[in-house]
């Protein structure tokens, strides 16, 4: 079930895979995506309880997991097409 527009997998000199992405990148995508959910949804419901501080924290702690997200997937992109890392 390969496509052609799918690399084959390479492997380093020590016989460890190499990937485009590194897992610590997609964790951090991962686990910002739902974060962003959870924070999101505590922060409408202190908006709609009129617990101000409850909002502000989780503005707060949206725009943390945005930027985070953000550093993770420039570090991705960063990493011309062709050229891989080690994973692990």
């Known amino acids: 079930m390969t496509s052609e ?45 009129g617990i101000t501080w409850l909002t502000v924290v989780m503005a707060v702690l949206a725009v943390a997991v945005v930027v985070d997200i953000a550093l993770a997937v420039r570090r991705q992109s960063r990493t011309a097409p062709n050229r891989t890392t080690e994973a692990g």
């Open 5 to 49: 527009e799918q690399l084959p997998e390479e492997t380093s000199a020590t016989g460890k895979p190499m990937v485009g992405a590194t897992p610590r990148d997609v964790v951090h995508i991962r686990l910002g995506s739902f974060a962003l959910v959870a924070v999101i949804a505590l922060g409408a419901l202190g908006l709609v309880a």
